[in-house]
């Protein structure tokens, strides 16, 4: 059985930072492209960022660019999400995607995209 788990998420004061992790059981990361979506109440689930196989390329929102860092260790089967400089309007559940799509200028679901649970961030003015 597959399971993705996310943690790290929290209250945090504007400009404060936090740390996402991801983790899975039944499925390794290593043949996938990652992503860490976003939904917040009564808005879409949004692409924050993605990774490739090797680390190599990587894409950002513009809302999170220069703020947010993600990264991919796929011998411990982990993904992770620095999140520096948090704004209030980052307040939203956090999704771990495994299987997104990657190009140059987008990081998107796919129809095979697996998802964990979500882990909630709020930043508090």
């Known amino acids: 059985q597959v399971q993705v788990v996310e943690s790290g998420g929290g209250l945090v004061q504007a400009g404060g930072s936090l740390r996402l992790s991801c983790t899975a059981s039944?499925?390794?990361?290593?043949?996938?492209?990652m992503g860490w979506f976003r939904q917040a109440p009564g808005n879409e689930r949004e692409g924050v960022s993605c990774?490739?196989?090797?680390?190599?390329?990587?894409h950002y929102a513009d809302s999170v660019k220069g703020r947010f860092a993600i990264s991919r260790d796929n011998a411990k089967n982990m993904l992770y999400l620095q999140m520096n400089s948090l704004k209030p309007e980052d307040t939203a559940m956090y999704y771990c995607?495994?299987?997104?799509?990657?190009?140059?200028?987008?990081?998107?679901?796919?129809?095979?995209?697996?998802w964990g649970q979500g882990t909630q961030v709020t930043v508090s003015s």
């Open positions: 990774i490739n196989l090797s680390g190599g390329m990587t």
């Open positions: 995607a495994v299987g997104a799509r990657l190009t140059s200028d987008s990081c998107a679901a796919s129809g095979l995209t697996r």
């Open positions: 039944g499925l390794t990361f290593d043949g996938n492209v």
